[in-house]
């Protein structure tokens, strides 16, 4: 069974991120990224899988040189290839065209089962698992948080806020994990060495039949128009309570403010 993991490089939270200033997309070339976090519950789904059964992990993923690294952090989990679609003409791609893109990477990896996280940390839409499967004519179960595989058979459980069901399907699935399902595992220091020598390989929008004008920011259906840094925060009011007035100070800030 061909399982591939469609990963996603995003900024990282904690580091300052940005937007460019030419085109008002994201930054991801300027900054320090990673695998995003949501995606590693998928890889760990994976490897889970694979380790059940006869199956090939391979991790794609779509962006720029540094998106690299999130396939290599793949690897190290212990999946046993990485794919990684690199083209100049894909910046500023929406999630038509990115799930365009994956659908015809999927394609020529023949993959069985298709891996997403329930989204990205830095768009955080959701909806690219549902647009690839579209494509691929395949079914999808969104939103997993437990998956079991028997043959041609998946079995997803998807938890809700009163009730859980579980949804059997046939291989090939497109598939997408909460971030229930699991606890994604720390790469060890072999599984680090081994990722060095698993085959990467990178292709272009012309290895996958695409032109540029399918993607990019040109072909978008959406487009950032304008750009404002969040004003700095203010120092807060301090109540001195010196003279038994504090309690009324602090009723009448949250009275003035509304908070009351």
């Known amino acids: ?147 079991t595989v028997d043959g041609q058979t998946v079995r997803i459980r998807r938890d809700g806020d009163t009730a859980s069901d579980t949804i059997e399907g046939t291989l090939p699935l497109v598939l997408s994990v909460s971030d229930q399902a699991n606890e994604p595992r720390y790469p060890s220091f072999k599984g680090i060495m081994a990722a060095k020598k698993k085959p990467v390989q990178t292709w272009s929008l012309a290895d996958l039949e695409l032109s540029a004008d399918q993607v990019g920011g040109s072909a978008a259906w959406t487009e950032v128009v304008e750009v404002t840094a969040r004003p700095p925060r203010t120092a807060g009011t301090i109540v001195t309570d010196e003279d038994g007035s504090g309690a009324t100070q602090l009723v009448q800030f949250l009275s003035t403010n509304k908070f009351l």
């Open 1 to 147: 069974m061909k399982i591939v993991v469609c990963a996603k490089f995003v900024p990282d939270a904690t580091a300052d991120r940005r937007f460019r200033p030419e085109d008002n997309t994201v930054d991801r070339a300027g900054v320090d990224g990673l695998l995003s976090e949501l995606d590693e519950y998928a890889v760990e789904t994976a490897l889970t899988v694979k380790e059940a059964g006869d199956a090939e992990v391979t991790v794609l993923t779509v962006g720029p040189e540094q998106a690299a690294d999130a396939v290599k952090k793949g690897l190290q989990m212990g999946a046993d290839a990485g794919v990684h679609v690199l083209d100049d003409a894909i910046h500023g791609s929406d999630a038509v065209a990115t799930s365009l893109i994956l659908s015809k990477a999927l394609a020529k990896l023949e993959a069985d089962l298709v891996v997403f996280g329930m989204g990205s940390t830095d768009g955080s839409m959701g909806v690219v698992p549902a647009m690839v499967s579209e494509r691929l004519g395949l079914a999808a179960v969104t939103l997993g948080s437990e998956v």
